[in-house]
């Protein structure tokens, strides 16, 4: 989930700065085996510009935190427990710990400067 999550954000924010409808992302993998009705869930939330909590960036960035401590207690190595924990702790340092964790996607950005927004949320 953590994965599927981040990743979400990560390629919708991408076209956002490329200039391409985020929507493109979703219409490339429908159908495919990278579809699922979470990412589409998770997407119109970002899209929407609209996180009400259904399982809050505080929350998800403790989970992937304790995930990637105790890998590493027990020798093992998850890189991208970890990578999502950071990002998830830049959503809540940008104000976003209490919105649903769909808005991790606003740690693709320095706070204020997504491209075509006025800093808080997606145009």
Do not use: C
């Not at 599927?4 to 929507?23: I, Q, S």
């Not at 579809?35 to 259904?54: F, H, M, N, Q």
């Not at 027990?74 to 427990?81: F, H, P, T």
């Amino acid at each position: 989930m953590l994965t599927l999550v981040n990743g979400t954000g990560e390629a919708l924010a991408l076209a956002k700065g490329l200039g391409v409808d985020p929507r493109a992302f979703l219409d490339a993998v429908a159908g495919g085996p990278l579809d699922s009705g979470y990412l589409r869930t998770k997407s119109e939330l970002i899209l929407a510009g609209d996180y009400p909590p259904s399982f809050t960036v505080s929350s998800a960035r403790k989970d992937a935190a304790l995930i990637a401590e105790a890998a590493e207690r027990s020798g093992v190595r998850l890189d991208l427990a970890a990578a999502a924990a950071e990002r998830l702790r830049r959503a809540e340092r940008q104000g976003h710990g209490g919105e649903d964790w769909a808005a991790a996607y606003f740690a693709s950005f320095d706070a204020g400067t997504e491209p075509g927004a006025d800093g808080t949320r997606p145009a």
